[in-house]
DNA sequence: CGAATTTGACCAGCGC
DNA sequence: GCGCTGGTCAAATTCG
């Protein structure tokens, strides 16, 4: 468990990092994160999955524009079959006005039930940002502030508010020493129900995509 | 007034 | 065993 918390920096940047999205830019770049997987079934999928980095759900910047462009149906689908936690990512780009590093960690945590070993998937990733709460379109609440060793800033917890979710994430502003207005944000486990703000943005589509269907 | 946040206390794991 | 550190709890406080 304590092995996990102290994020170095090389391995925040390097692991499954896209080579389309250079290294903190302000502001520029979509994006993306990796979901980490745990046991090794997971974690072949995950190879798999970055193998074929085309699977990620990048935001089509002409959904996003809502211009001239139209509907991109085949991007549409896509994202509704791409799992919630990827979803967090696609809309947290889409909802604030940052950059974003993803990143993987492999240790993640282990809780024993019973006799069973449940690992809970945890991915982290660094965004650049004004604000240390990002819109990632869950609702969550905080339950604890940290200060921590070699940092000038207290790192924040945060749970998931929906009542069946157990989704976990810590907040934190990298110090001085590195880049302050870079926030790092680890997000522990996946969340069980749709998020809100996403299927109330994606609402209309799914209708207009529903009477097409219906009608021809 | 209910929900959300703050913050000190408590606990567990790890290294010495 | 002891101290340090990270993570969580829960009472108090603040906010909408």
Same mark, same amino acid.
């Given at each position: 468990?304590?092995?996990?918390?102290?994020?170095?920096?090389g391995?925040?940047?390097?692991?499954?990092?896209?080579?389309a999205?250079?290294?903190l830019?302000?502001?520029t770049? %979509?994006?993306?994160?990796?979901?980490v997987?745990?046991?090794?079934?997971?974690?072949?999928?995950?190879?798999?999955?970055?193998?074929?980095?085309?699977?990620? %759900?990048?935001?089509?910047d002409?959904?996003?524009?809502?211009?001239?462009?139209?509907?991109?149906?085949?991007?549409?689908l896509?994202?509704?079959?791409?799992?919630?936690?990827?979803?967090?990512?696609?809309?947290? =780009?889409?909802?604030?006005?940052?950059?974003?590093?993803?990143?993987?960690?492999?240790?993640? @945590?282990?809780?024993?039930?019973?006799? &069973?070993?449940?690992?809970?998937?945890?991915?982290?990733? &660094?965004?650049?940002?004004?604000?240390?709460?990002?819109?990632?379109?869950? &609702?969550?609440?905080?339950? =604890?502030?940290?200060a921590?060793?070699?940092s000038?800033? %207290?790192?924040?917890?945060? &749970?998931?508010?929906?009542?069946?979710?157990?989704?976990?994430?810590?907040?934190?502003?990298?110090?001085?020493?590195?880049?302050?207005?870079?926030?790092?944000?680890?997000?522990?486990?996946?969340?069980n129900?749709p998020? @809100?703000?996403l299927?109330?943005?994606?609402?209309?589509?799914?209708?207009?995509?529903?009477?097409?269907?219906?009608?021809?």
């Amino acid at each position: 468990m304590h092995a996990m918390m102290e994020p170095s920096e090389g391995d925040l940047v390097h692991h499954h990092q896209s080579p389309a999205l250079p290294d903190l830019h302000p502001f520029t770049q %979509p994006n993306f994160l990796v979901p980490v997987a745990h046991d090794q079934q997971q974690q072949q999928q995950e190879e798999a999955a970055a193998a074929s980095s085309a699977s990620l %759900p990048r935001r089509p910047d002409h959904m996003m524009s809502g211009g001239a462009g139209g509907i991109d149906w085949a991007s549409l689908l896509q994202l509704l079959q791409t799992p919630a936690v990827e979803l967090a990512g696609f809309l947290e =780009g889409s909802a604030s006005v940052a950059t974003t590093t993803a990143s993987s960690e492999r240790d993640g @945590d282990q809780i024993i039930k019973g006799k &069973r070993i449940i690992s809970k998937p945890r991915f982290a990733f &660094r965004t650049k940002s004004e604000s240390d709460l990002l819109d990632d379109g869950y &609702r969550w609440r905080k339950y =604890g502030q940290k200060a921590v060793k070699n940092s000038a800033f %207290p790192r924040s917890y945060y &749970r998931c508010t929906h009542h069946t979710c157990d989704v976990k994430k810590q907040v934190q502003r990298l110090s001085k020493d590195n880049d302050s207005s870079i926030v790092l944000t680890t997000y522990q486990g996946i969340h069980n129900h749709p998020c @809100d703000k996403l299927m109330q943005a994606l609402a209309p589509l799914i209708k207009h995509l529903h009477f097409l269907t219906t009608t021809f």
